[in-house]
């Protein structure tokens, strides 16, 4: 017992030391994204500008644009890189993600449905973020619904499962009603799907930033249960955690933590896939370490991307998730051929 209490104190060491690692790397890029734009700043003048010193030029470039901006990547990595862990511990599933339960295809149905209701030029981004966030919860209560069954616990397996038939489902509707809209609709909806970042705005952030912090430190409240059912439900049912009720509350936080910031980011849930698997790499399996490399690991992801999407100018009207996309393979293949 004292050998197994050791060593897991070790690598929760491990895990401490390398999360500091991975935000001091964090904070190097997001420094480096502050000079980063079509509108040129030295090093100096980023610095001057954040403390308050600096021209109406800079202030303007760097507290209206690029922190925006480079703030909305940051938690948008963050949300999808924690909701990512939650899902794929849940559903002991290597390859879940909150896009498994159908929140991105039932957001991307609630979008298309306002888009095609509402002119182009008339529509409100504040209601597209919370038409997007209610598709995205109303699309996992409707798997949840159709994967119970009474006096037993969801199965994994057929959450799964009900999960891809109602995204096919509402991949279809949505097909149906994107035939009715003009090109400038559909230009908006598909930069959307590929990952954009739209709601750069501080009311959008703020909003954002307290939902990712009421919900997240929900979740991380949950790490010794989440643990436990990592390792197995009966070892988990074993030591007196309620597993029915928490596999609810935990999937319920990792959906709306997902739908928050699909609907005021953009859709991105390939960091809830790839995130994780970075993290546990790096750090473990232990949630109370893992949370924290994930969604670090995302946000250094996203960041990177979007680096590359303003600071080429080959690269301006690309969507930021074609580049997370692009930066994320060479991982699963590396992963492939070791597991070969």
Known sequence: MKKIKTNNLTSLKRGI?????????????FLIGCNVGKYHMTVLEVFKT???????????????FRLPRLCLALLVGIGMGVSGVVMQNLLHNDLASP??????????????LYVALVKSNNSNPLMLSILALIGGLLSAAIIFILSYRKKKSISPTRLIMTGVACSAA???????F???????????????????LWGTDWNYIIILFIWLSVFGGAIYGKS???NAINIGYDVAKGIGVNTKRDFVILAIGAITISSASVAFGGNFFFLGLIGPHIAKKLVGVDTRVLF?????CSAIIILVADML???????????????VSILSVPYFIYLLIKKE
């Open 170 to 176: 509402y991949s279809a509707i949505g097909t149906i």
């Open 292 to 296: 924290l490399a994930s969604g670090t």
């Open 178 to 196: 994107m035939y009715s809209l003009d090109r400038n609709q559909l230009e908006f909806l598909q930069r959307w799907q590929s990952g954009e």
């Open 309 to 323: 999407v303003m600071g080429v100018d080959a690269f301006a009207n690309i969507p930021t998730g074609i580049f």
């Open 50 to 64: 954040l403390i308050g010193k600096g021209d109406k030029y800079s202030n303007l470039a760097l507290f209206s």
């Open 99 to 112: 896009g498994t339960l159908g929140v991105s295809d039932g957001s991307g149905l609630f979008v298309i």
């Open 224 to 226: 010794y249960t989440l």
């Open 17 to 29: 030391i390398i999360n500091i690692l991975l935000f001091v790397l964090l904070l190097v890029i």
